[in-house]
């Protein structure tokens, strides 16, 4: 297994609940339908977009964003897309 390197450097395990969830938030934002069947195909469609930027069985929290955002895209879930982009906004200007 890998590990994700935080935002402040933070390393920590990887964890795909963590996707589902941020996922399962953006969808219950835009208020759309889904089975946690869906949502854990998402999920592992974001990992299997993200592979190939994991060095040294790292990768950063950004690159998994980055491919969270792209996978809803993707898949059709552009409001959610949008959605999710915004949850993490406030948290990264109040890191600036």
């Known amino acids: 297994m890998f590990q994700v390197i935080k935002r402040e450097g933070e390393i920590a395990d990887f964890t795909l ?3 589902s969830d941020a996922i399962m938030k953006a ?3 835009t208020k ?4 946690h ?11 299997a ?3 190939g930027k ?3 069985d790292r990768i950063p929290t950004q690159e998994i964003k980055n491919s969270v955002e792209k996978v809803l895209k993707q898949t059709g879930y ?6 999710f982009i ?3 906004k406030p948290r990264e200007e109040h890191m600036r």
């Open 32 to 35: 759309m339908q889904y089975s």
């Open 86 to 88: 915004l949850y993490g």
């Open 49 to 51: 977009d993200f592979q």
């Open 78 to 83: 552009s409001k959610a897309a949008r959605a």
């Open 17 to 19: 609940t963590k996707i």
């Open 54 to 56: 994991v060095k040294e």
């Open 27 to 29: 969808l219950n934002d």
């Open 37 to 47: 069947d869906e949502v854990d195909l998402l999920a592992l469609r974001v990992t």
